[in-house]
């Protein structure tokens, strides 16, 4: 690890300072927060995990239509794992999670590292559609229905199952390394060429470095953390179905995305989980009309803060 | 001892020969001028060295091995580096930040065993740019994105430096100051040097030789006075009719 990327994991530098300090709180206020809000919070971690995923891509200029393929595939692999083959320890379930969707987007990015701008929007989008209808048609898998999803111990101690404190637990820490470990990648040299890959493709391959390495590298990355997103959903909510890979829950990973901003590796968790607090009071509150509500608060950050949420922090930063 | 050897290049563009059957040795350690008008093949030629173009014929040997048919990356990582007539830079970070990806992919193809940061450190002073390190690459003046430009392609430590039109878009005031930087930079390296040049005054100030080029062939190669004093380089790349000798002669000569 180079002297650089050290120093940017260290307390010395604010946002690992930040991300060590939001991993406190949450690990010390999750034993009080009520049930309901376990269950959002966890759940919201989980889509924050993808929407990480989807931060790293648009870093290299990328935006993926279809990052839900790797959602469904995290999901339907702890689900399987569970079901089929009967190994039901919660953590091993995310390692499996990992592993699919990480050997996944190795054999896809192989052809996607190719593509760019809606022709790479595109091309997920279809890889994730193929996934819905083969799930859709596997009676093996439940066909629409999916299954459920039980894990009965979680690193090996005794677990319920659902969104308790365990499970919001280890997907706060999961978020945690995804969200620092990242925070690392990004200031180091391959990290540094996806921005350059973004801004000037032509000027990364004649300094001697491949593009298409680098999209592919980082096209996998998104999708291991989008697999174990899928998982940890999976997990909290002890189902999955083929609406995992359906394209509205991809553009929801987008509308997250762009609701946060790009401006740091913890907004996708702060945008993710204020979606999810919107979502449920508007469901409950208005419940014929909650998509509005949605949408209303979409045009709202558009207008009032085209970087997203997370610029509200960096103004504040600048200004003290 | 020649480091490049073009041999019978062919390269058409449609109707248009931009390569006509050229073959040239560039001498390790020199200073190289291409001059010739618009569409005369100079900067075909420099991107064929680079592999950003493939002939449709003949071939190129670095250092006695064949790079006809290599990618960019492959070019560079052999030590073939070049700048741009318009600068390529990472527009959306600074130039500190430009000057440290070009550092890390250099140190990382094992050209040197200096850290990035005292890379970018040596490039920042060496092309006079600290005062501008912080700042974004796509508020800099002309000059200062050139010779970022070209501070970025001797991050890695190259043995051939391709400079497509090094001064194009500078001032006048800001043409020789650009130029004495980058040839402070390189000389120290033993840096073989092309550029490709519009400006017949940095011509004669910084080649050791010169190369005319027109419809894709050489018409003159020599010292800069003995090419700019040619009669047919004076008719079509300076730009002086009714000079005595014909351009056709002047390419039979030569063959």
Known sequence: ?320 | MAIIEARNLVKRFGAVAAADDLTVAIGADSVVGLIGANGAGKTTFINMITGYLKPDAGSIQFEGQDVTRLAPRAVTRLGICRSFQIPQLFVTQTVADNLLVASGIARRASRTADSAESMVADALERFGLGAWADKLASVLPEGIRKLLDIAMALAARPKVLLLDEPTSGVSAEEKFGVMDTVMQAVRPQGVTVLFVEHDMDIVTRYSDRVLAFYEGRIIADGTPQAVLADAAVREVVVGEHGAPRRVEEAVDARR
Not at chain 1, 170 to 176: E, I, K, W
């Open chain 1, 1 to 320: 690890m180079s002297p650089y990327v050290r120093r940017h994991l260290s307390l010395r530098d604010p946002t690992s300072r930040m991300l060590f300090a939001s991993l406190a709180v949450l690990l010390a206020a999750g034993p009080w927060l009520p049930s309901w809000a376990l269950s959002l919070s966890t759940i919201a971690l989980g889509k924050g995990l993808v929407v990480l995923g989807l931060l790293l891509l648009m870093r290299t200029g990328l935006v993926s239509f279809g990052q839900g393929l790797y959602y469904c595939i995290g999901a339907y692999a702890a689900g399987v794992l569970a079901h089929q083959v009967k190994v039901t320890d919660g953590l091993v379930m995310l390692g499996a999670a990992a592993l699919a969707s990480g050997l996944i987007a190795f054999v896809l990015g192989a052809l996607l590292a190719g593509y760019r701008a809606i022709f790479f929007a595109m091309l997920s989008l279809a890889f994730s559609m193929i996934l819905y209808g083969l799930l859709v048609k596997s009676s093996a898998l439940g066909s629409t229905d999916g299954f459920n999803v039980d894990a009965r111990t979680l690193a090996g101690l005794p677990y319920s199952g659902g969104a308790s404190y365990a499970l919001f637990a280890v997907a706060t820490m999961a978020a945690f390394i995804s969200g620092w470990g990242l925070h690392g990648y990004n200031h180091s040299l391959a990290g540094r060429i996806a921005p350059a890959i973004r801004d000037n493709e032509l000027r990364v391959e004649y300094l001697g470095s491949s593009v298409r390495a680098v999209v592919h590298l980082n096209y996998v990355l998104a999708a291991v953390m989008s697999g174990i997103g899928g998982a940890i959903v999976a997990l909290a909510v002890g189902h999955v179905d083929p609406e995992f890979a359906f394209w509205t829950t991809s553009g929801e990973f987008v509308f997250v995305a762009i609701l946060a901003g790009t401006g740091s590796v913890a907004a996708p968790f702060l945008g993710s989980i204020l979606f999810e607090a919107i979502r449920s009071f508007a469901t409950q509150y208005s419940p014929n009309t909650w998509q509005m509500v949605l949408g209303v608060a979409m045009l709202a950050v558009i207008m009032f803060l085209p970087s997203g949420l997370w610029s509200l922090f960096q103004r504040r930063s600048e200004r003290g």
